[in-house]
Nanobody, 113 residues
Framework: QVQLVESGGGLVQPGGSLRLSCAASGISFSISTMAWYRQAPGKQRELVATITTNSNTNYADSVKGRFTITRDNAKNTVYLQMNSLKPEDTAVYSC???????WGQGTQVIVSS
């Protein structure tokens, strides 16, 4: 089955950390740039981070220095390590296999005290 499945979201206090995972199946994961997006209530979807097939990365200015995107081609999985979380990071986070234009269902992250 062709799909992306995110996990790792939840409720965390400001300053805390979360690690999101996105597991791919049914695609040749290693040939695709992977991306994390997020969408907060009432806001447009925002590109958070990308990682190319040779692990070059890019980040939105709002998360630089706090978030890290990595990939494990052996596990067909891309990760988003989120540190120093802020309330404004609250959103539904979704991953995308760019080559395939394939989206996951999203995972909710809530940063609140």
């Amino acid at each position: 089955q062709v799909q992306l499945v995110e996990s790792g979201g939840g409720l965390v206090q400001p300053g805390g950390s979360l690690r999101l995972s996105c597991a791919a199946s049914g695609i040749s994961f290693s040939i695709s740039t992977m991306a994390w997006y997020r969408q907060a209530p009432g806001k447009q979807r925002e590109l958070v981070a990308t990682i190319t097939t040779n692990s070059n990365t890019n980040y939105a200015d709002s998360v630089k220095g706090r978030f890290t995107i990595t990939r494990d081609n052996a596990k067909n999985t891309v990760y988003l390590q989120m540190n120093s979380l802020k309330p404004e990071d609250t959103a539904v986070y979704s991953c995308k296999a760019v080559w395939y234009n394939l989206w996951g269902q999203g995972t909710q992250v809530i940063v609140s005290s």
